[in-house]
């Protein structure tokens, strides 16, 4: 019968005896990522330092021409680390815009 009470025997005392363990919790780092601009033939450092100012938040006017420099000079720059999430949608937006972007390095 449904709703009825459980019989008396269900309500006895049982012996036995259970262990709890202690789940083990492991924290872990979220991933994190670099985001490089390469070197091109046919991007001017100002498309570079405006994409870079457009896109990549808290990014000054005075670093993203340092960081275009550095992309002409050096032929690679890393102009962004932090979330792969984060680093995910900023390395497609660059790349809508024409640079040109090595993969996005997880570190």
């Known amino acids: 019968m449904l709703g009825s009470p459980p019989p008396p025997y269900m309500d006895q005392e049982t012996t036995s005896t259970t262990t709890v363990l202690e ?3 492991t924290k872990r780092k979220y991933p ?6 390469l070197d091109d ?3 001017t450092f100002e498309h570079v330092a ?7 938040p808290g990014m ?3 670093r993203s021409w340092d960081l275009a ?3 002409d000079r050096e032929g ?4 962004w680390r932090g979330p792969l999430e984060q680093a995910e949608l900023y390395h497609q937006q660059l790349i809508s815009k024409g640079l040109t ?4 390095e997880k570190t």
């Open 50 to 56: 405006n994409c870079l100012v457009a896109i990549i």
């Open 60 to 62: 000054s006017e005075e």
């Open 76 to 79: 690679l720059a890393e102009v």
């Open 101 to 104: 972007m090595a993969p996005i």
């Open 69 to 71: 420099i550095a992309v």
């Open 32 to 37: 994190e990522a670099r985001i490089i601009v």
């Open 23 to 25: 789940p083990k919790t």
């Open 41 to 43: 033939n046919f991007n």
